[in-house]
C-alpha cells in the first residue's frame, strides 16, 4: 500500500495559495480581535457601575449596553463613509455610506471599526452618570457615533477607498486611538458634564468637595481587568495583520498599564494620602490609553515611561478637575483625555527610528489641538441643545430617587431598596 506525506495529502485536497491563506488568517485575527475590543463594552458597564450608586447601577449599565447598539447603526449608516469613505478634501469620506457590498476583508474591516466607534461614544457614559436623561444621553451618542468621531478619524485614518485625511498627509501618529478614540471620548464627556453641572451634593455651599463613593468595588476592579484584557484587540488588532510586530504591542500595552498602576501609587504616596482601588485602576487605565498611540513604535522601556506618567497625570488630573467643581464620576476626562494628550506627544517623543524630533512633535501638538477644537465645541454645542430641548439633566426628585426606577421602573438591588420600589408616589410599572 503506497504511504502519503500529510504534505503531499494537504497539497492534493486544497488548492495551494499563499494570500488566501493569509488573507484567512488576518481576518481571523482581526474578528478574534473585534471581539475583545467589543468585550471592552463589559468593562465599561462594570466600571462605572461600580463606582455609581446602587440606585443608578440599572440605568448605567442600561447606557453602556445601547449607545453601542444605537451608535453601531448610525457608524454602519452614515460614520463608516464619512471617516473611510473616497476622501478626496482631505476632511471626510464622501462614499461606502449604508455598505451591503463588498469584499471579505471589507467587511472584517468594517466590525473592527464599528468596536472602535463605541469605545469612543460609551466614554462619556460614566462622566456625565446618576443625573442624566436616558433618552437624551442616547440621541448623543448616536451623534457622536455618526458624526463627531467619524469625522476626526477621518482626518487621521483615512485613504483605504482613496484620498488621505489632512492629518495623515502630515504624519501624525495615532496607532491605534489615543486621541482619535479616546481624546474625542473625553472631549465630549468634558462637554456633557459641563452643561449637566455636578450632582446634588457633591461639591458643598462652602466650596468643599464630598466624596459620593460608589456602590460595588469589586465591580470596578473586575471591569478594570476585562478593560485591560480587551485592550490587547484593541492595540495589537490595529496592526490588521497576522504580523512579528504583534509581541511588541502586546507587550508595550502590558508594560504601560503596570507603569500606570505604579505611577498613581506613588502619586499617592508622594502625598501620604490613601492608595484607592479606584484610583489605582484608573491608572492603569490612564497607561493603557497613553501607549494606544505609540504602541507599535517605541520601545519597551518608554512604553513603561509612557504609563507612569499617565499614572501621575491620573491622579493629578482628578484633582484639578474637583478644584474647578467639575464633577466626572469615573474620571474620563483624566483617563482618557489627559492621558490620551500625554500619550500622542510621547508616540512623538519615543518614535523608535527618530526620537525626540521637534518636527516630528509640533505634527502630534497640532492633531492634540485640532482633536479638541473640533469635538469640544461641537459636544458642546450638542448637549446644551438636548439641554434646551428635551432636557438633558434629570430632574431633583428623580436624581434623589435613583435613576433605575424613574428611567427604567426597574431596581438593581430591590432587597435593599425596598423604600424606593415600593413607594405610593412612584407610578407603576408597566408589564
Request: charge should be neutral; hydrophobic fraction near 50%.
Amino acid at each position: 500500500m503506497k504511504k502519503w506525506r500529510l504534505g503531499t495529502f494537504i497539497c492534493l485536497v486544497t488548492p495551494f495559495s499563499h494570500a488566501a491563506t493569509d488573507e484567512a488568517m488576518n481576518i481571523a485575527w482581526v474578528v478574534f480581535a473585534s471581539i475583545l475590543v467589543f468585550f471592552m463594552q463589559a468593562g465599561f458597564a462594570l466600571l462605572e457601575s461600580g463606582m455609581s450608586r446602587a440606585k443608578n447601577a440599572v440605568n448605567v449599565m442600561m447606557k453602556n449596553y445601547m449607545d453601542g447598539c444605537m451608535g453601531g447603526i448610525a457608524f454602519w449608516c452614515v460614520g463608516f463613509g464619512l471617516m473611510f469613505g473616497a476622501n478626496l478634501t482631505g476632511w471626510y469620506g464622501m462614499s461606502h455610506f449604508f455598505p451591503t457590498e463588498g469584499a471579505p476583508w471589507d467587511f472584517t474591516f468594517m466590525l473592527f471599526q464599528m468596536m472602535f466607534a463605541a469605545t469612543a461614544t460609551t466614554i462619556a457614559s460614566g462622566a456625565m452618570a446618576e443625573r442624566t436623561r436616558y433618552s437624551a444621553y442616547l440621541v448623543g451618542a448616536v451623534v457622536i457615533s455618526g458624526f463627531i468621531y467619524p469625522i476626526f478619524g477621518s482626518w487621521v485614518w483615512s485613504g483605504i477607498n482613496g484620498g488621505q485625511g489632512w492629518l495623515g498627509q502630515l504624519g501624525f501618529i495615532d496607532f491605534a486611538g489615543s486621541t482619535v478614540v479616546h481624546s474625542v471620548g473625553a472631549w465630549c464627556a468634558l462637554a456633557g458634564i459641563l452643561v449637566l453641572g455636578p450632582r446634588l451634593g457633591r461639591f458643598g455651599p462652602d466650596g468643599g468637595t464630598r466624596l459620593i463613593p460608589g456602590h460595588n468595588l469589586g465591580l470596578v476592579a473586575l471591569g478594570g481587568f476585562i478593560l485591560w484584557v480587551g485592550w490587547f484587540g484593541f492595540n495589537a488588532g490595529s496592526s490588521f495583520e497576522v504580523s512579528t510586530n504583534l509581541g511588541l504591542i502586546a507587550l508595550n500595552t502590558h508594560l504601560a498599564a503596570l507603569a500606570g498602576a505604579l505611577g498613581a501609587y506613588l502619586a499617592h504616596r508622594g502625598r501620604a494620602n490613601p492608595i484607592h482601588l479606584g484610583t489605582t485602576v484608573n491608572g492603569s487605565l490612564g497607561g493603557l490609553v497613553s501607549v494606544t498611540a505609540g504602541c507599535a513604535t517605541m520601545y519597551p522601556l518608554f512604553a513603561i515611561v509612557t504609563g507612569l506618567v499617565a499614572g501621575f497625570i491620573v491622579v493629578h488630573g482628578m484633582r484639578l478637575l474637583e478644584r474647578f467643581k467639575i464633577d466626572d464620576v469615573v474620571g474620563a476626562v483624566p483617563v482618557h483625555g489627559f492621558c490620551g494628550v500625554w500619550g500622542t506627544l510621547a508616540a512623538g517623543l519615543f518614535y523608535r527610528s527618530d526620537m525626540l524630533n521637534p518636527e516630528r512633535v509640533w505634527v502630534q501638538v497640532i492633531g492634540i489641538t485640532a482633536a479638541f477644537l473640533w469635538v469640544f465645541p461641537l459636544a458642546l454645542l450638542l448637549y446644551w441643545g438636548l439641554q434646551k430641548t428635551i432636557g438633558l439633566r434629570t430632574s431633583t426628585q428623580h436624581e434623589q430617587r435613583g435613576l433605575d426606577y424613574t428611567e427604567h421602573a426597574e431596581n438593581g438591588y430591590p432587597e435593599f431598596n425596598m423604600t424606593i420600589t415600593h413607594d405610593s408616589h412612584m407610578p407603576p410599572r408597566k408589564v
